[in-house]
């Protein structure tokens, strides 16, 4: 496969991955599919890690990857030495995500325990007694009701697309600075020849 297919093929994969962690973090603003007060929303959903890290930032490098795969094989080195620069972009985005995601799923949400005060019950957790671990924890949070499943679930999802996306745009980088280096693929030249 030339750099050319490499690069468009990662560019199109990346689309859905971003549309996805996009929907992602946007729902971890709703949790139970409820409309909260903005202090009354987990604190990490606030660092736009879906829509930002694994969305735009990404999106960046994967028009640019679809651009310098053209029809198949990429014409020029200078479209592929835009994609390493972008596809680091991405894989900074990526693992922006990523962080951030485990952040989110070790400290935990932001819940009512039923006095009708919001609050970080799982902050003061041990490793030994984490929430993720101890489901029958997850009952300390009466609203918004499965507010602990909603966190993970979708925190989770962010944390794994973050992870494939920074991923595929490492790969990126290094089929385009192969790219760069050793040229891309040549097109097939029909040679005709003629007879006397």
């Known amino acids: 496969m030339c750099t050319g297919k490499c690069a468009k093929?990662?560019?199109k994969t990346l689309f859905?991955?971003?549309v996805c962690a996009i929907i992602a973090?946007?729902?971890?603003?709703?949790?139970n599919g409820k409309i909260l007060e903005v202090e009354q929303i987990t604190d990490f959903v606030w660092f736009f890690h879906g829509i930002v890290g694994a969305g735009l930032l990404v999106f960046l490098p994967a028009f640019m990857m679809i651009g310098a795969g053209g029809e198949g094989c990429c014409a020029?080195?200078?479209g592929m030495f835009l994609t390493v620069i972008l596809s680091a972009l991405g894989t900074i985005?990526?693992?922006y995500c990523v962080v951030i995601s485990v952040m989110g799923l070790v400290r935990g949400?932001?819940?009512d325990t039923g006095d009708g005060e919001y609050i970080y019950p799982f902050r003061n957790d041990t490793d030994e007694d984490n929430y993720l671990f101890n489901q029958d924890s997850w009952s300390l949070c009466k609203e918004p009701e499965k507010v602990v499943l909603w966190n993970i679930v979708l925190f989770s999802i962010l944390l794994g697309i973050g992870l494939i996306e920074?991923?595929?745009c490492l790969i990126q980088v290094i089929n385009g600075i192969v790219?760069?280096?050793c040229g891309t693929c040549m097109r097939k030249r029909k040679i005709s020849t003629t007879t006397a």
């Open 16 to 18: 859905p991955l971003g």
């Open 93 to 95: 985005g990526g693992a």
């Open 76 to 78: 020029n080195r200078c």
């Open 109 to 111: 949400p932001l819940c």
């Open 179 to 181: 790219g760069v280096i």
């Open 9 to 11: 093929f990662i560019g």
């Open 25 to 31: 973090n946007l729902l971890l603003y709703f949790p």
């Open 166 to 168: 920074a991923i595929l």
